[in-house]
């Protein structure tokens, strides 16, 4: 059985991350980072591999349940996972949401929702 500790540093998730580029790991190192480390007699890339394999067409769609399912994957992974997720739905831009409801806009204004200044916002 392989361990992440029998592999060259040079080839590690987290360690290609900091030497090159993000943009140079695949899906399963990407994964890998997230998740950080694997659990007794998996390590993280085959715990990375298996969420990559069981998800690989509905990635964007998982949920915490299904994540929560794969050994390796606890609470706390999972909820890592889906956060990271999250983070770069909401930061691509791309929302193919239409609004039909005013209950609709409630997702992109919960980070003002608190505030004490008025927000004008425009939502198109």
Do not use: W
């Amino acid at each position: 059985m392989r361990k992440i500790t029998d592999i060259p540093d040079i080839d590690k998730p987290r360690e290609k991350l900091i030497r090159r580029d993000v943009s140079t790991l695949s899906n399963v190192e990407l994964l890998a980072v997230l998740i950080g480390r694997g659990v007794r007699g998996r390590d993280v890339l085959q715990v990375a591999s298996e969420i990559d394999r069981r998800f690989k067409d509905d990635l964007d769609r998982i949920g915490f349940e299904e994540l929560v399912k794969i050994d390796g994957i606890g609470a706390v992974k999972a909820s890592q996972i889906l956060a990271g997720f999250e983070l770069a739905r909401r930061y691509s831009g791309k929302n193919d949401v239409k609004i039909t409801f005013p209950a609709d806009v409630l997702p992109f204004v919960m980070e003002i929702r608190d505030k004490n200044q008025e927000h004008f916002v425009c939502i198109s």
